[in-house]
């Protein structure tokens, strides 16, 4: 039996809020009955610096329901870091625990298998999504190309595996240690090495509200993720010079026998592709090794990723 945690980062999420505390606080309910969790095991949710009323009922809940604490960080840093603050918060308080977005859009019924899965000696098990029916169309083919990207660039990650996990208390204290400013927890996690297994997770459609992972912010995880973890588009762009260092090699032995034969011709089009064609490459290039030259700049720096305005749930650790 362990002390579990259920995380749940929170932004702009007062739609469904009582409803997901209601359904989460149920089921720790259940797997205590089944003598699976302690009696006292409990639901952190962390607020993202949302712009509604989601602290507001947070608190309202915490007073309700014991089984509900709260974290508010004092503005919005993205849904990794907002994970990242719940899972140190909660890190002393519990044995183990689980991360999973306030939607409940991830399969409730994989956290009792992960527990059970913990229970049979593994500190990480990963909830991998067996279906994606519930999601819209362009998430599910832009899921799939990110995914395949990440393989291609050699990066340590679970195929279909999100943000929906249980992590043991040892886990954590390594995960603690790791201070970087481009957090990508799915890449960072699987290389700690622990021994893990993995979960179905069946997708389920999203009863209120609607989702704040758009293209934007899914486009910047996943460049957060290739740049925080893989070198292969640095040594694309070497590959690419040398590509072109070749072709223009070519093309200047094809011009010096123009001149020879007397066939060369003067073509202001054709000079002003070239031009804009290998500029544009440069800038590629140029901008490629400065994307991570931004991603050093940013770690050198060492600023913390999150602050944590307020505490619910521990008296030794509130703020008000």
Not at 48 to 65: A, C, F, K
């Amino acid at each position: 039996m362990i002390r579990l945690a259920i995380i749940s980062p929170c932004y702009n999420e007062e739609a469904v809020l009582e409803w997901s505390a209601a359904r989460l606080t149920g089921l720790l309910g259940e797997l205590a009955q089944k003598g699976k969790v302690t009696p006292d095991s409990f639901v952190l949710y962390v607020n993202d610096g949302s712009t509604d009323h989601t602290w507001q009922l947070i608190r309202q809940l915490h007073g309700t329901h014991p089984q509900v604490k709260g974290v508010n960080l004092a503005r919005n840093t993205g849904h990794q870091n907002a994970i990242m603050a719940g899972m140190m918060t909660a890190r002393e308080w519990c044995d183990g625990l689980i991360t999973i977005d306030a939607d409940l859009q991830d399969d409730l019924s994989a956290i009792e298998a992960m527990v059970d899965a913990y229970a049979d000696g593994y500190d990480v098990v990963y909830g991998v999504k067996v279906s994606r029916q519930a999601d819209p169309r362009l998430k599910r083919l832009s899921a799939k190309a990110f995914y395949k990207l990440q393989q291609r660039m050699g990066i340590e990650a679970v195929y279909n595996h999100a943000d929906f996990r249980f992590l043991s208390r040892r886990v954590l204290g390594q995960l603690a240690r790791y201070g970087e400013r481009n957090l990508y927890l799915r890449g960072i996690i699987p290389q700690l090495g622990f021994p893990s297994t993995t979960v179905d997770d069946v997708i389920s459609p999203r009863t209120a509200g609607h989702s704040k992972y758009t293209l934007r912010r899914m486009l910047s995880l996943a460049l957060d993720g290739i740049t925080s973890f893989s070198v292969k588009p640095i040594y694309g762009i070497l590959y690419m010079g040398a590509i072109f260092l070749c072709i223009s090699v070519l093309i200047g032995v094809y011009v010096v026998h123009a001149l020879i034969t007397g066939t060369a011709e003067h073509g202001w089009a054709s000079l002003m592709l070239s031009i804009w064609f290998v500029g544009g490459i440069i800038l590629l290039s140029v901008g490629g090794v400065g994307l991570y030259i931004g991603k050093i700049y940013k770690e050198v720096k060492h600023r913390p990723l999150y602050s944590v305005e307020d505490i619910l749930g521990d008296e030794k650790h509130a703020r008000s």
